[in-house]
C-alpha cells in the first residue's frame, strides 16, 4: 500500500491489554500441619484463570523457584546506617548470584489440558511426569518421595479491597478511561492516603455512584463503571484531610471484598522438605517465588506435539541442557515473591519483574518506600496512632518522590528496620528463638521465606487466612507504640475495636477478614472454584 | 498458528474475532450513556479490520468513524487522534498527520507520537533526525515496532547486518500471542533477502510468516513477487489472479500486468495494466494522494510516458521529499528526456545516502544519457554488488 516502512500495518497502535495467564496474582507458601512422614511445605501459585478456570493457556511456562537455607543473618541490632543497609544488600546479592542455586519445578500444560510437570536440579536429581489437571494426584520422585500435586482452577484465595487500595495510591485506570497515549497518567501525582483527602474529587467516594471503581466486583449494586479522565489539572491542591460534620474523616477503603466469587488457575504443591533440602534439620527456610513465562513468537512456529516417548514413559530424567534450551524460547513476564512487592513498591514496570533477584531495585525500595511513607504517615497519626515513617509532623499527605536514596533513607530507617510484631506466639509454633522480621528481609529479596518452625504465617511464609493487605499497612505503624496496653502489632490494622473508636468512616478494617469461601482443611487447602 | 482441528486460517478466525467484538460493542456507541472505552474499542476495531483486510474503502469507513468520534468528542482525543494519524500516515497525508500529533492532547510526546514523529521525518528525508527519533523512542519503550523501524532504516542505509539484528531482536520482543506482528517482522526480512538477491533466504522467511500466521494475503503478495523474481512468471500470475479475488488493489494488477508481458501474453497484460490504471486515477481524481507514487511508476515504466510521469511523480514529491519520490521524479524525467533534470534530481536522492540497487541502476542510466559513461558503470556495478538480479521483476514498494 505504502513505500514506506510501516508496522502499524499490521494494527498494532493499541495493544490488547486483556487479562492474560502471565498475570500472577499470589504465591502461598507455609508449611504443611500434615507431618505423616516428615516435614512438607505447601506452595501454591496462583495467575489469572485464562482461558478459563480448570483450562490453561498453553504458550505459557510456570516456574516456581525453590532454595532452602538456614535462617539469614541480618543487619545487626545497633547498625541501622545506610551503609549497613547496602552491606544486607550485597551479600544477598552475592549468595543469590553466587553459589546459591535454586531448584525448580516448571509446568507447562499441552492442548489436551495435560500438564508437564519437571522438577529440576533437587537433591534427588531432576525428573519429569505428565498429570491430568483438575485432580489431586501425587508424584513419587525417584528418591521415593510423595509430592502432592493440583494443577487447576480454584475460589480466588485473595480477599483484598482492592478499589481501595488503588484509591489510596490515586491509580487512575481503576477508575477512569486512561488514554492508550497517557502511559504516564496513571498513579497520578496526588498524594497517598488512607484518608481521603479534602476537594480530591478524582478519587473520593462519590455517595451518588457508589460503585464507580468497582467494575466487575461481584456483590455491588451493580456492574461497576469508570469515568471519563477528565481533561485536567490531574492534580490535588488542597491542605488537610476530607472530614464530614461529625469531624470523622473518611476512610479510602471500605473492607469490602473485590475478589469475590472470583476464579484462578493454580499450581499447588505439598513438598517433603527432605526432597528440597539433604539436610531438613539444618535449612529451616524454604525461599520460593513464582515466574510466569510465555512462549516467543519464533518458536511458536517450532512447537510440535509431545513426543510419544514421553506420554508412554512419563517419568523421564530431565538432561539439563536441554532444559535451559526450552527456557529460551519463553520470555519472562511475570513473577511474584512476596504480596505487594510489584504493585506497591515497584509501580508495577514490566521491566522490573525480577523476582529474588530484585537487588538492583533495592535503592528504588527505599525511595519508594518513603514516597508511601508521606501518604501514609501523616494518615496515620491524624488517626492518632504512631507510625514508623518520618513525616515532619505533616497535618496531611504529601506527594513527595525522591532522585536520591540519602535523603529517603533517614526518613524510612525505621520503617525499614523495625521488627514487626505478631499479635501473638502462636505463629512460632516451635518456640525456638525466631527474630521477628523487619520489612527490608520481607521484600529484598523478593520471596516468599517459610519458616519451617513457625505456622508459616505473614511474614514468615503466607497463609491463605493471612490479611496481607493490611498487613502490609502496618509496616508504617510504630511497633514500639502501645494500643490497649499492647505493642502494636501486624494484625492491629484488622482488630476491629481499632476502628469503633477512630475518627473514620465507614468504621471497618481496611480489607474483608476472611476469604469468600472457606479454605480447606487439607490439600488442596484452596477452595473449590465458583460455577 | 491454529489448532489442528480447526480449519479456519489464523486470517480468518482474527477477522471473525474482530467481527464479532464490532457486532458486541455496536451497541455501545449507539445507545446513551456512551461507554467511552468501548465506544474507542469500536472505532479501533474498524481502523483494525480494515488494516488486516488492506481494503482501502474499509479504511476509508474507518477514517469516516473515527473523524465522526472526534467530533461528537467520543473518547479521549489523543487515542483517536493517533488513529487518525496513523490513518493519514498510509494514505501519505504527512502534512495532515502533523497536524493529528499537534491536535491529540500530550500525543506528540507520547510514545507511538514520537514513533510517528520519526516515521515523518523518515518520510521527509530528515534521516538523521529520524535514526535519532528511533533510537530515542527505543531507548524509553522497547517495542518490537520501533526496533522495525530503526531496521528499515539501517537497511534502506545500506547497514544489512545492522538491519538484521534490529529484526532478530524485534522478533525477540513478540509473542506467541503476536503471530500476526511475527509474520510481518518474517517478510520484511524476506524483503531485505529479496532486494539483496538472496531468493532462497527469502523463501525461508516468507515461508515462516506463512506458517506463523496462516491465510494472510500480505504473505501471499509477497510469495508472488518472489516467484516473478525467480523467474516463475506463470506462478506468480496464478498467485496474483488469485490474490486479486481477495484483496482487488490496483497495484497487484499492475504486477500482474507485467507478469504477463513477461509471459508473453501482451492482451492479458493490457487488461490488467488498464484496470491498474483506472484505479489509480480514480483515487487520484476523487482526491486521494497515495497512488501518486504508482502513477509516476506506472507511466514511467508501463506506459513509458515521460510526461504523464513527471505530472504524478511532481505531485508525490510536493508532498513528501525523499530519496524515493526523488528518484521517482529522477526517473519520470528521465523517459521524458530531461536529462538534466534526471540528473539534478538523482543526485539529490543518492545524497540521501540509501543503497538500492534500483536507486544504483537508475543512477547508471541517467548519468549514461547524460554523457557520464564512468559514473554509469560505477553504479551498474554497485547495483551488482547489492543485487545481482537487480532487473530482475519486482513490484513497487
Not at chain 2, 22 to 41: F, G, N, Q, W, Y
Not at chain 2, 137 to 150: F, H, S
Request: aromatic share 12%; glycine share 6%.
Amino acid at each position: 500500500m505504502a513505500d514506506h516502512n510501516d508496522p502499524n500495518a499490521v494494527n498494532s497502535i493499541f495493544s490488547d491489554i486483556d487479562v492474560s495467564a502471565a498475570d500472577l496474582y499470589d504465591l502461598f507458601g507455609f508449611p504443611s500441619d500434615d507431618t505423616t512422614g516428615g516435614e512438607k511445605v505447601v506452595i501454591a501459585l496462583t495467575f489469572a484463570s485464562v482461558p478459563e478456570a480448570g483450562v490453561f493457556d498453553t504458550d505459557m511456562l510456570y516456574r516456581i523457584q525453590i532454595s532452602a537455607e538456614p535462617r539469614v543473618a541480618r543487619p545487626a541490632k545497633d547498625d541501622h546506617s545506610l551503609k549497613a543497609l547496602l552491606r544486607y544488600f550485597d551479600t544477598l546479592k552475592d549468595k543469590y548470584l553466587g553459589p546459591l542455586k535454586a531448584s525448580e519445578i516448571r509446568v507447562t500444560v499441552d492442548q489436551a489440558n495435560r500438564a508437564t510437570v519437571k522438577f529440576i536440579d533437587f537433591p534427588g536429581g531432576s525428573f519429569s511426569t505428565v498429570v491430568e489437571t483438575n485432580k489431586v494426584l501425587t508424584i513419587d520422585s525417584p528418591g521415593g518421595h510423595s509430592i502432592k500435586t493440583f494443577i487447576g482452577g480454584r475460589d480466588d484465595a485473595f480477599f483484598n479491597d482492592l478499589t481501595g487500595f488503588f484509591r489510596s495510591i490515586n491509580y487512575a485506570p481503576q477508575f477512569y478511561y486512561v488514554p492508550h497515549t497517557m502511559a504516564d497518567s496513571r498513579e497520578l501525582k496526588i498524594p497517598k492516603t488512607l484518608l481521603e483527602l479534602e476537594g480530591n474529587d478524582l478519587f473520593n467516594f462519590d455517595p451518588n455512584n457508589p460503585d464507580w471503581g468497582y467494575q466487575g466486583v461481584k456483590g455491588r449494586s451493580s456492574d461497576g463503571f469508570k469515568k471519563d479522565l477528565p481533561p485536567g489539572p490531574l492534580t490535588w491542591t488542597g491542605d488537610r484531610f476530607r472530614k464530614d460534620g461529625n469531624g470523622n474523616y473518611r476512610f479510602v477503603y471500605s473492607g469490602f471484598d473485590c475478589q469475590n466469587g472470583k476464579n484462578i488457575n493454580a499450581i499447588i504443591l505439598e513438598i517433603p522438605l527432605g526432597f528440597i533440602t539433604k539436610s531438613p534439620g539444618h535449612d529451616r527456610i524454604v525461599n520460593t517465588w513464582g515466574e510466569s513465562w510465555v512462549l516467543k513468537a519464533a518458536n511458536k512456529i517450532e512447537t510440535i506435539p509431545d513426543h510419544p516417548f514421553w506420554l508412554e514413559h512419563p517419568m523421564v530424567l530431565l538432561d539439563a541442557i536441554k532444559l535451559d534450551a526450552e527456557l529460551k524460547k519463553y520470555k519472562l513476564v511475570d513473577t511474584d515473591g512476596q504480596p505487594f512487592a510489584d504493585a506497591a513498591l515497584s509501580e508495577r514496570e514490566d521491566n522490573r519483574q525480577l523476582g529474588a533477584n530484585n537487588f538492583w531495585l533495592a535503592p528504588h525500595f527505599i525511595k519508594r518506600l518513603a514516597h508511601l511513607g508521606w501518604g501514609f504517615g501523616p494518615s496515620i497519626s491524624a488517626l492518632g496512632l504512631q507510625t514508623s515513617f518520618d513525616h515532619d509532623n505533616s497535618p496531611v499527605s504529601v506527594h513527595k518522590t525522591y532522585s536520591l536514596v540519602t535523603e529517603a533513607f533517614p526518613r524510612v530507617k525505621k520503617t525499614l528496620f523495625q521488627e514487626l510484631n505478631m499479635p501473638d506466639d502462636s505463629w512460632n509454633k516451635s518456640g525456638l528463638n525466631i527474630p521477628l522480621r523487619s520489612p527490608l528481609e520481607i521484600f529484598v529479596p523478593n520471596v516468599c521465606a517459610i519458616d519451617m518452625d513457625t505456622t508459616g504465617t505473614w511474614p514468615f511464609g503466607r497463609r491463605l487466612e493471612d490479611q496481607v493487605a493490611t498487613r502490609f499497612l502496618s509496616m508504617f505503624l510504630d511497633m514500639e507504640a502501645d494500643f490497649n496496653g499492647k505493642k502494636y502489632h501486624l494484625e492491629l490494622l484488622n482488630d476491629q475495636s481499632l476502628w469503633d473508636h477512630a475518627p473514620i468512616e465507614p468504621k471497618t478494617p481496611p480489607n474483608p477478614l476472611k476469604n469468600d469461601k472457606e479454605f480447606l482443611d487439607h490439600f488442596p487447602y484452596l477452595a473449590e472454584p465458583w460455577s | 498458528m491454529t489448532p489442528k482441528t480447526d480449519k479456519r486460517t489464523d486470517f480468518e478466525i482474527e477477522l471473525q474475532r474482530i467481527d464479532k467484538d464490532i457486532s458486541e460493542l455496536k451497541d455501545s456507541v449507539l445507545t446513551a450513556p456512551i461507554d467511552t472505552e468501548k465506544a474507542t474499542r469500536f472505532v479501533y476495531r474498524f481502523y483494525q479490520r480494515a488494516s488486516l483486510t488492506g481494503n482501502f474503502a474499509e479504511l476509508e469507513a474507518a477514517e469516516t468513524a473515527v473523524n465522526n468520534a472526534i467530533r461528537q468528542g467520543i473518547g479521549p482525543a489523543a487515542d483517536l487522534y493517533l488513529l487518525k494519524a496513523n490513518l493519514d500516515f498510509k494514505f501519505h497525508r504527512l502534512a495532515d498527520v502533523r497536524r493529528d500529533l499537534e491536535m491529540g492532547p500530550g500525543l506528540a510526546d507520547s510514545f507511538p507520537g514520537r514513533a510517528l514523529e520519526a516515521d515523518l521525518d523518515f518520510q521527509e528525508g530528515r534521516y538523521e533526525d529520524a535514526r535519532k527519533g528511533y533510537e530515542s523512542v527505543i531507548l524509553d519503550d522497547r517495542t518490537w515496532d520501533n526496533l522495525a523501524r530503526l531496521a528499515y532504516l539501517k537497511a534502506k542505509m545500506g547497514d544489512v547486518a545492522g538491519a538484521e539484528q534490529l529484526y532478530d531482536e524485534a522478533e525477540d520482543e513478540l509473542t506467541a500471542k503476536e503471530m500476526r506482528s511475527y509474520a510481518w517482522v518474517e517478510l520484511q526480512r524476506g524483503v531485505l533477502d529479496l532486494t539483496h538477491g538472496r531468493h532462497e533466504d527469502a523463501w525461508t522467511h516468507y515461508n515462516q510468516a506463512d506458517r506463523a500466521y496462516s491465510g494472510y494475503w500480505l504473505v501471499d503478495e509477497h510469495i508472488a513477487e518472489l516467484l516473478g523474481a525467480q523467474g516463475r512468471f506463470a506462478e506468480a500470475v496464478a498467485l496474483y489472479e488469485k490474490l486479486i479475488v481477495r484483496i482487488p488493489r490496483p497495484e497487484f494488477r499492475q504486477a500482474l500486468g507485467e507478469l504477463y508481458t513477461l509471459l508473453g501474453e501482451p492482451e492479458q497484460a493490457r487488461r490488467s495494466h488498464e484496470a491498474a490504471l483506472a484505479a489509480y486515477l480514480q483515487s487520484a481524481t476523487s482526491g486521494g494522494v497515495h497512488y501518486y507514487h504508482h502513477l509516476a511508476d506506472f507511466y514511467a515504466d508501463v506506459r513509458e510516458d515521460g510526461a504523464e510521469a513527471v505530472k504524478w511523480a511532481r505531485k508525490d514529491i510536493e508532498l513528501r521529499a525523499n530519496f524515493s519520490t526523488q528518484a521517482a521524479l529522477a526517473w519520470a524525467s528521465y523517459r521524458d528526456r530531461r536529462f538534466a533534470e534526471a540528473l539534478e534530481m538523482i543526485n539529490r536522492a543518492l545524497s540521501s545516502g540509501v543503497k538500492d540497487a534500483r536507486l544504483f541502476f537508475q543512477a547508471a542510466m541517467i548519468h549514461r544519457s547524460a554523457g557520464g559513461n564512468g559514473e554509469s558503470n560505477q553504479y551498474l556495478q554497485m547495483a551488482a554488488e547489492i543485487n545481482p538480479h537487480y532487473s530482475n521483476f519486482h513490484v513497487h514498494r
